[in-house]
């Protein structure tokens, strides 16, 4: 969902790009083709590693095109920090609201896992990701991440910095060195537990990479730089 939903204006700005320069329908095509592409091979990929089931994925897929297409002319960037938080409550006490409320009503949302628990060979490969709430927690967590990356000193210090080449180069391989290590960080056994470093790391994601790294490379990058010579 998250995948479809981000790429969808991505997509959108590449095909008004494309538009521009050409008539012809195959070329300005090719932009919504390689879109669902790749979320196909997103989809088909989750479902052999077994991280989702089929239902999941096309309803993840579904949802995430269509949030895409509601949401890219909202874009929340000027909100304040309460906006995102009351953003993350939301999603986490609607979610639990509608859960429960089928849960008594005898409809049981995490019944392909329960099912999967029961009849696997190998009940540990089905993967705690898989379990509703882990989407609730990573999303739910982005939201509040992403508000607090946005008023943090260190982005009011980088937002409207020019950075280079090399320096946006330098932000990649620091971002994607740390959140390596932090993937594999946060994975009890234990459900509640799961459900809380699963939240505390997608909220401390945002603030690393619009934030942090940035900050870094560009204070590390300035005190590397030559004093300017007066004539």
Known sequence: MITGAALWPIMTAISSQVATRTHSRWVRMIPSLTYCT?????????????????????AGLIT??????????????ERELSFYGLTSLALLLGASLIYWTLFTLGLDLSWSINLAS??????????????????????????????IALHSPCYAQVRRAYMGKGQKIACLVLAMGLLGPLDWL??????????????????????????????????????????????
């Open 118 to 147: 029961k009849w696997c060979e190998r009940p540990e490969w089905v993967h705690m990701d898989s379990r509703p709430f882990a989407s609730l927690s990573r999303d739910s967590g982005t939201a509040l991440g992403l508000g």
């Open 38 to 58: 790749f979320l196909l091979a997103v989809g088909l990929s989750r479902i052999f590693l077994l991280a989702h089931f089929p239902h999941q994925v096309l």
């Open 186 to 231: 946060g994975h009890p056994h234990q459900i509640s537990l799961f459900y809380i470093f699963h939240f505390l790391k997608y909220t401390f994601w945002p603030c690393l990479v619009l934030a942090l790294v940035p900050w870094v490379v560009l204070t590390f990058s300035a005190q590397e730089a030559p004093p300017v010579r007066s004539s």
């Open 64 to 77: 995430g095109a269509v949030l895409g297409w509601l949401m890219a002319p909202r874009v929340p960037m």
